[in-house]
């Protein structure tokens, strides 16, 4: 309960770069990690395995999750400063996939592209 | 049996990487990230091999703020605030592990937290309140005085797990936008040379 405000955020070490926008500005790709990763459905995964991108809403919250083609949601794509970006292009119709770079119980990499 | 409370966020998640109690309780008061906070906990200490306990209570009809998506109320400190919430768990958590004999509830607080039931004197009180009482639980907050890229540093709490925590306070799954997730970004980027998030 820190009670964090968006204008306190400030870019520190690590990847806090946006993903690279041309054309509609929809062609994002990037690689991250999941947040919230679903140990159970992680585990299962595999390097080059494909996961489908899409939103999950929740009353007026919009969450970008990734899934398994048989609907098991892996993990979210939250931690990165395109997701605005991202949502927008969802909701527009633009399709993504998520390719798995690492998985394991704990952390699950994936290759974000548009389809 | 010293027991913490667990949502699944950093700062507990790392509590219970250094502190290792005999038991970690997540609780779902009715709060609308609940099913995340339980799925996010019960994979950290299964990870951490700590015994995990829920308690589900709704209390939703009670709550105020974006945790119960309602409007924060009069006065909160940032819009999340849900009054008396501390005091709730605590007390919820003691309701059920004082007859099995805890003997210590430890609170994830740290030194960044705005709200009155985050700082020193709720905490002393609390104490206080639960320990004049039968089985003369004690109440702590052993990272109050640290923020939480501190504690993540403290508790050596490694990158690997962070995957599986959870601090977003309006969503099953991790929205990236609120306040719980902002912090949970920052203090991750501020403590761990992360690999990630690479442009292709």
């Not at chain 1, 990690?33 to 395995?49: F, T, Y």
């Not at chain 1, 993990?75 to 991202?86: Q, V």
Request: glycine content about 10%.
């Amino acid at each position: 309960m820190g009670g964090y405000a968006p204008d306190q955020i400030k870019k520190t070490k690590g990847g806090a770069t946006p993903p690279a926008v041309v054309g509609d500005g929809c062609d994002l790709a990037f690689q991250i990690d999941l947040v919230a990763v679903q140990s159970s459905i992680s585990a299962g995964l595999n390097k080059n395995d494909e996961l489908v991108v899409s939103l999950r809403i929740q009353g007026r919250i919009r969450s970008v999750v990734c899934e398994t083609t048989a609907g098991a949601v892996v993990g979210t794509l939250a931690a990165f400063r395109g997701l605005s970006r991202l949502i927008g292009c969802l909701e527009q119709g633009v399709g993504y996939v998520a390719v798995v770079e690492t998985a394991s119980f704990s952390r699950c990499s994936v290759k974000v592209f548009r389809r | 049996m010293k027991a913490l409370l667990m949502s699944g966020g950093l700062d507990s998640a790392a509590l219970a990487h250094w502190l290792r109690p005999e038991v970690c309780v997540t609780i779902d008061y009715g709060q609308i990230a609940a099913k995340g906070e339980i799925a996010a906990s019960s994979a950290l200490c299964t990870a951490m091999r700590l015994e995990h306990r829920r308690i589900a209570v709704d209390l939703s009809s009670l709550g105020s703020g974006s945790m119960a998506d309602r409007p924060a109320v009069s006065g909160a400190a940032a819009t999340e605030f849900w009054p008396y919430r501390n005091q709730m768990l605590v007390t919820l958590a003691a309701m059920m592990l004082m007859p099995q004999g805890v003997t210590e509830i430890m609170v994830g607080a740290v030194s960044t937290d705005r709200h009155a039931d985050g700082k020193a004197r709720f905490f002393r009180a609390m104490d206080r309140v639960l320990s004049v009482q039968e089985g003369g639980v004690r109440v702590t907050a052993p990272a109050r005085h640290l923020s939480t890229p501190s504690l993540l540093r403290k508790s050596a709490f490694p990158y690997d797990l962070i995957g599986l925590t959870f601090s977003c306070h309006v969503h099953e799954f991790a929205c990236g936008q609120c306040g719980g997730c902002l912090k949970h970004r920052e203090c991750v980027d501020a403590v761990y040379s992360r690999t990630d998030e690479q442009v292709i």
